[in-house]
């Protein structure tokens, strides 16, 4: 069979081109751009990645290519893979922080742990002598016994810095002294026995009225104050530290019985007193 003329080859690789666009019917965004070119059979190219069809009417090789909408299109669905795994990632993410934090409630509302118990036992006044003048100085000793109770029974309480002093309406009137670094098992008792000591102390002139007036009262209110660190302990687990205050009233009378005419006056300590404890 004869072969058609070029022109007419070309004519018919035009019109299925036409065809297959019609069929595709794609919306111009995303329809692909076609292009016909004509073979012999003798120049078929060796590898055919594109659409290849043979016109019927001749022995030419048409063949469809596709523009470069298809890169785009490759080149969004790798975007939108990368967007989808990272929301992947960061669900997981959420998810494991979700599940950590709900672990560590559900731990701490089982095993509560519970502020430790302070208590004032005794308070010793040996020696609390004002001296007046431009600026009063207070001179005192003080021994005071107190004791710390671990009230959780699945929680242990390491003391890693506490230190004690006495106040009086709110001014420091000793120095701060050091008690001794403890760990309290569940339920323990530990007990302290430090002397708190300060010596000529300056005191502000409204405070050094205020002790002669309560010193001629026949009466005293100091307080013990406790600072310190803690740390809690679950099992092996240990916790950060967390500051302690302690706060401790000390109320003392006159000793009639050992107080003499011109001496100083001595003061008792009433009873045992239970300490706000601050965490």
Request: proline residues 7%; glycine residues 6%; hydrophobic residues 40%.
């Amino acid at each position: 069979m004869p072969s058609l003329p070029l022109s007419y080859r070309y004519a018919t690789s035009l019109l299925i081109t036409s065809f297959l666009q019609s069929i595709l019917s794609l919306p111009p965004k995303y329809a692909p751009s076609f292009g016909a070119l004509l073979y012999k059979p003798n120049h078929t190219p060796s590898r055919c990645s594109t659409h290849c069809l043979f016109s019927p009417l001749s022995d030419s090789l048409v063949v469809i290519v596709i523009g470069s909408t298809m890169k785009k299109d490759c080149g969004i669905h790798g975007e939108q893979k990368r967007h989808k795994l990272y929301r992947h990632l960061f669900s997981t993410f959420l998810v494991l922080l979700i599940l950590a934090f709900l672990a560590v409630l559900v731990v701490w509302l089982v095993l509560r742990p519970t502020k430790p118990k302070f208590y004032l036992q005794d308070a010793d006044l040996l020696r609390f002598n004002l001296t007046p003048g431009a600026t009063p100085l207070l001179t005192s000793v003080v021994q005071v016994t107190l004791s710390s109770r671990n009230p959780n029974d699945r929680i242990g309480v390491y003391y890693d810095r506490i230190d004690a002093y006495v106040l009086y309406k709110k001014q420091q009137v000793t120095t701060a002294t050091a008690l001794p670094s403890v760990y309290q098992g569940h339920n323990d008792v530990t007990v302290w026995s430090p002397y708190l000591s300060g010596a000529d102390v300056p005191l502000a002139p409204y405070l050094a009225d205020a002790l002669s007036q309560d010193e001629n009262a026949g009466y005293l209110l100091l307080y013990v104050r406790v600072d310190g660190l803690l740390r809690w302990k679950v099992g092996t687990w240990i916790s950060g530290h967390y500051h302690l205050q302690a706060n401790c009233p000390a109320f003392l009378t006159v000793d009639t019985a050992k107080s003499h005419g011109g001496a100083p006056p001595l003061f008792r300590f009433q009873q045992i007193t239970v300490c706000s404890v601050d965490v």
